[in-house]
T-cell receptor
Framework: NAGVTQTPKFQVLKTGQSMTLQCAQD?????MYWYRQDPGMGLRLSYY???????DKGEVPNGYNVSRLNKREFSLRLESAAPSQTSVYFC????????????FGSGTRLTVV | QQQVKQSPQSLIVQKGGISIINCAYE??????FPWYQQFPGKGPALLIA?????SEKKEGRFTISFNKSAKQFSLHIMDSQPGDSATYFC???????????FGSGTQLTVLP
């Protein structure tokens, strides 16, 4: 099915461990995004990529790095996980404009202990 | 700094009632205002969106009302159904080609 695929769906990390969240879309969208969702705070943007080869910081970039590997794939890396990074992470993509909306993946629930 | 403020945080409505969720924004450069619906365990999905050149947009039971002078917009769900129970997010962006800023979300429960 067409859409945004995120892996893994669940992950538990120990403080200081590293991991990469993977995201791939098959809709030929130009733009991709990483949001984190925390209770009472809505969705906050960590990083986005307006097009292949470009990445920019969002509202909450600290502690994360991203790679736009190609047009389809956009990964989010935690180099040294902290308990404050416990959250649900959503990857999304959109065409050049967002008029048709973002397409979100089903999320990665990350717990850092 | 929260650029899009959403209220209420939670809302309980009887089946057949009207659900109203409000949002206010600060950035006058915002000119695209979508609403997203999220079911448990799923990612958000676009529900309806409005541009500031109109004051109201209706799609089925869902209506967005927009007040540019007050910098406020709201979602009205008419004849609310238990299947509408979900979390609703308002959002805004300075142009449809720019990234969205989301509100904090409203958890809607429609009682049967």
């Amino acid at each position: 099915n067409a859409g945004v695929t995120q892996t893994p769906k669940f992950q538990v990390l120990k403080t200081g461990q590293s991991m990469t969240l993977q995201c791939a879309q098959d809709m030929n969208h130009n733009s991709m995004y990483w949001y984190r969702q925390d209770p009472g705070m809505g969705l906050r943007l960590s990083y986005y990529s307006a097009s292949e080869g470009t990445t920019d910081k969002g509202e909450v970039p600290n502690g994360y790095n991203v790679s736009r590997l190609n047009k389809r794939e956009f990964s989010l890396r935690l180099e040294s996980a902290a308990p404050s990074q416990t959250s649900v992470y959503f990857c999304a993509s959109s065409a050049r404009t967002a008029l048709r909306g973002y397409t979100f993946g089903s999320g990665t629930r990350l717990t850092v202990v | 700094q929260q650029q899009v403020k959403q209220s209420p945080q939670s809302l309980i409505v009887q089946k057949g009632g009207i659900s109203i969720i409000n949002c206010a924004y600060e950035n006058t450069a915002f000119d695209y205002f979508p609403w997203y619906q999220q079911f448990p365990g799923k990612g958000p999905a676009l529900l309806i969106a409005i541009r500031p050149d109109v004051s109201e947009k209706k799609e089925g039971r869902f209506t967005i009302s927009f007040n540019k002078s007050a910098k406020q917009f709201s979602l009205h769900i008419m004849d609310s159904q238990p299947g509408d129970s979900a979390t609703y997010f308002c959002a805004a962006s300075p142009g449809s080609a720019r990234q969205l800023t989301f509100g904090s979300g409203t958890q809607l429960t429609v009682l049967p």
